[in-house]
């Protein structure tokens, strides 16, 4: 059987680049010592909410519409959307101080409901399916970089021939893992998801860092439903949503042992995992298998670094456990 390396080494980094945003942005929650199950939610919100600030601009535009106006109303609109979700998913578990698994499956529910409420009204208003005209699709799906880098032979195709969003998440990975070992709020957030008693007592404010952290994670993570909606799934809405994406996401962050690097060759790879069936259907194997591969192989990683007790490879030791200053 012949395999087109090239097309499949593609066809991974572009169907993993919704997971790195995902994945992204549930490490930076996590690092603060949240732990937020309503990834998949946000997702559906953020591909929800984009589609319609795309959809609504290009209506009201016409066949003026700018493709670059598109995408930045879209991005605005998907992480505005998954702000508001993680901010009610905040005020629950750190004002509150609800548990976090259970505020966050309950996002997950909240958010889906939200995202069909969205996108069945966008289709009740215009009579029928909801998609984006095929310039402004062009605009979210074709390669940004010049025609004279793509045409490199083999690195061309593998290095310069993604749309924005691909160059996007990687460097929002790259400047993570920065900000996280070099600057100074960076080490206060990680001291905060490590101990945060001890963050309090140094001084650090615990509420303020686990807000941001969760807020900004769950932007960010939303930002990849909108990935997903508006380029793997061509800019039309389907309220069967993003098939499971969100979930990927959380599996992908233990599978990257909370490093912002290792999501973006472990998206890569999951990615693959999550199209490989297309590329290399076996006869013998049913496809359900294949869809499960990601869960297996974060399984497999899981049950290695828990029987290698390296600390470095360990969650935060006060992941998804409240805080409560007056026992300090």
């Known amino acids: 059987m012949d395999i087109n390396f090239i097309g499949l080494i593609r066809a991974a980094v572009l169907n993993g680049t919704p997971l790195l945003f995902g994945t992204s942005g549930e490490i930076l929650t996590e690092k603060s010592g949240n ?6 939610g946000l997702m559906f919100m953020g591909g929800a909410f984009g589609l319609c600030g795309a959809f609504v601009y290009g209506q009201a535009a016409g066949d003026h519409a700018v493709g670059a106006v598109a995408v930045a109303i879209a991005l ?18 750190i004002t ?30 215009v009579g029928g399916n909801v998609t984006v005209s095929n310039a402004l699709k062009d605009a979210f799906a074709n390669p940004v970089l010049p025609k004279f880098l793509q045409d490199i032979p083999v690195i061309g195709p593998i290095l310069f021939s993604y749309n924005f969003f691909v160059y996007l998440g990687f460097a929002a990975a790259i400047i ?7 600057t100074r709020c960076g080490l206060s957030l990680c001291a905060v998801g490590e101990s945060p008693a001890t963050a309090d007592a140094a001084g650090i404010n615990v509420t303020k860092y686990r807000y941001l952290a969760t807020v900004i994670g769950g932007g960010i993570s939303a930002v990849g439903g909108m990935v997903y909606t508006m380029t793997i799934a061509g800019g039309v809405w389907n309220h069967t949503g993003l098939s499971g994406e969100g979930w990927v996401a959380v599996a992908l962050v233990i599978f990257c042992l909370w490093k912002p690097l290792n999501a973006l060759w472990g998206s890569i790879l999951f990615g693959g995992l999550l199209i490989f069936y297309l590329r ?21 990683v899981l049950i290695v670094v828990s029987m290698r007790q390296h600390k470095e490879d360990q969650p935060p030791q006060g992941l998804g456990l409240n805080y409560f200053r007056e026992e300090r």
């Open 35 to 40: 732990l937020n199950l309503g990834v998949e």
């Open 76 to 93: 605005l609109a998907s992480f505005a959307a998954g702000v508001i979700g993680s901010l009610i998913f905040s005020f629950l578990t």
């Open 96 to 125: 509150l101080r609800a548990n976090q698994n259970v505020t966050g499956l309950a996002l997950t529910i909240f958010g889906t409901g939200v995202g069909q409420f969205v996108g069945e009204l966008m289709r009740l208003k």
């Open 176 to 182: 993570m893992a920065y900000v996280m070992a070099k």
């Open 280 to 300: 290399l259907p076996l006869p013998f194997l049913p496809t359900q298998i294949y869809k499960v591969l990601p869960y297996i192989v974060t399984a497999i």
